[in-house]
């Protein structure tokens, strides 16, 4: 391969790419929200390295190497059914020292996934060692997204991402989400919630949620008065809060964690992404100390285990993590900078008949697109607007991820912007213009068609 070649297509590599007929940008170097490819050509980056983890920005931290370097160089490896180390009694005490109050044990996994699939069994678990075995259901809202496994596609409602896995997937309950486009008030959702309750409320383990969504309805957050209405319900019923942090947790909304912005507090956090901040892949599970004792009371012993749980590489990347975080005062930075960041968008966003809502806390943002003709519909699908979004903001040099969850009938065409902690003023400017530029060209390529169509 021309080592200058700027994009790679699916017969010039081995790799088994996601996208069989999509150019991929071959990005070689990166520098705080920039990215570069083989021929040097400059990428704005406004979703922290495609996934929302590159929190600190692309281009090596110093600390965050060095620590990497230190432990390999000390211990690169043990399995955490046989042994301990520093790197990982360290990191736990770290989270728990940033962590909502009463929350008092870690268990430490790769990845997002990997951490929602251990809380499922934790909240199994929990209810097992209380003598509850009857509590097996999980609910949470259809628009969600809590992971690849078998497992974890089944705790989402969303038949796009379940096809073709259904036969091998544990079907769960699912309530529509309160967004503008079904229940503004919260009041619907509850309803379904109390229907579910009504049906198998001695059966429900938890109720899962993602406390400001990332990419399935990017920076949505359910209005107060669901929040308050779920807490009477957990009181009433006895099952278990879970809040998906995969995305959130440090520092992503402004606050180390989104449960520290909430009006109730989970039993169950679980985050990822931004604890390895695109160092080394490591997730962690939270539990406030009540589901912890219900193992230390019952059986005392919780045997989940993935191979690379914990390992000292990866929690010595984690902890030094946190480190720079605070040291730079970049989670502050973030609750600073994101209101400002929001109107800016919104100001810009303003004029555009596509646009519905552009909503969001900290730096993790959404754009949400609907048909021009009435400002409510959503868009049809075979428009593509957001691979439209994502191509012509590409063709900007910016980087954005955009989704069409249209066929699972609770949101349409979104736009995600979750851009690196130090990112500077002038970055953030140059997101919001070329975000602007980018979603008026696709408006005037819809509008066109639209027109054309009627005729």
Not at 303 to 317: I, K, L, Q
Not at 334 to 359: C, Q
Request: proline share 5%; glycine share 10%; aromatic share 8%.
């Amino acid at each position: 391969m021309d080592k200058n070649r700027s994009f790679v297509t699916a017969d010039e590599t081995s790799v088994f790419v996601r996208e069989i007929d999509k150019q991929y940008p071959l990005l070689v170097r990166g520098e705080g929200a920039w990215l570069y490819d083989a021929s040097g050509h400059a990428y704005l980056d406004a979703v922290s390295g495609g996934a929302m983890v590159t929190s600190l920005g692309h281009g090596a931290v110093p600390s965050i190497s060095e620590a990497i370097q230190k432990q390999t160089e000390q211990v690169s490896f043990i399995y955490n059914v046989h042994a301990t180390s520093p790197a990982q009694e360290q990191l736990a005490r770290d989270i728990v020292s940033i962590a909502p109050e009463g929350f008092t044990r870690v268990h430490f996994v790769s990845g997002g996934t990997e951490a929602n699939e251990l809380a499922l069994r934790m909240v199994r678990n929990y209810h097992v060692e209380r003598g509850e075995a009857g509590r097996h259901v999980m609910v949470s809202p259809a628009q969600s997204y809590h992971g690849a496994s078998i497992a974890t596609f089944g705790l989402t409602g969303r038949n796009g991402l379940q096809s073709p896995y259904q036969p091998y997937i544990q079907q769960q309950e699912h309530i529509s989400p309160a967004t503008w486009l079904f229940d503004p008030s919260g009041e619907t959702a509850l309803k379904e919630l109390d229907e579910i309750l009504e049906r198998v409320g001695g059966q429900v383990a938890a109720f899962l949620i993602e406390p400001v969504s990332a990419a399935s309805l990017p920076g949505y957050s359910p209005p107060e008065s669901f929040w308050r209405g779920l807490e009477e319900r957990r009181q009433k019923h006895g099952f278990l809060v879970w809040f998906d942090e995969v995305v959130t947790g440090m520092g992503r909304t402004g606050t180390w964690f989104a449960a520290d912005q909430m009006p109730i507090m989970p039993d169950i956090i679980t985050t990822s992404k931004g604890l390895g901040a695109g160092y080394f892949p490591v997730g962690a599970m939270l539990v406030q100390e009540h589901v912890y004792q219900a193992v230390a009371d019952g059986s005392r012993s919780f045997e989940p285990g993935h191979t690379w749980d914990g390992a000292p590489v990866s929690c010595a990347a984690g902890s030094a993590v946190i480190n720079h975080l605070r040291k730079e005062r970049l989670v502050e930075s973030v609750g600073e900078r994101g209101p400002r960041l929001l109107e800016d968008i919104r100001s810009a966003l303003a004029g555009s008949e596509i646009v519905r809502e552009v909503r969001g806390r900290g730096f993790l943002l959404g754009v949400s697109y609907v048909d021009p003709a009435d400002g409510t519909s959503l868009l049809d699908p075979s428009l593509g607007v957001s691979r439209r979004i994502d191509e012509t903001a590409l063709k900007n040099s910016l980087l954005v991820y955009s989704t069409q969850p249209t066929r699972d009938g609770y949101a349409g065409d979104q736009t995600l912007l979750a851009p690196t902690f130090v990112a500077t003023d002038s970055d953030l400017d140059q997101i919001v213009e070329r975000l602007a530029t980018t979603v008026a060209e696709v408006e005037r390529q819809v509008k066109n068609e639209l027109t054309h169509a009627k005729r």
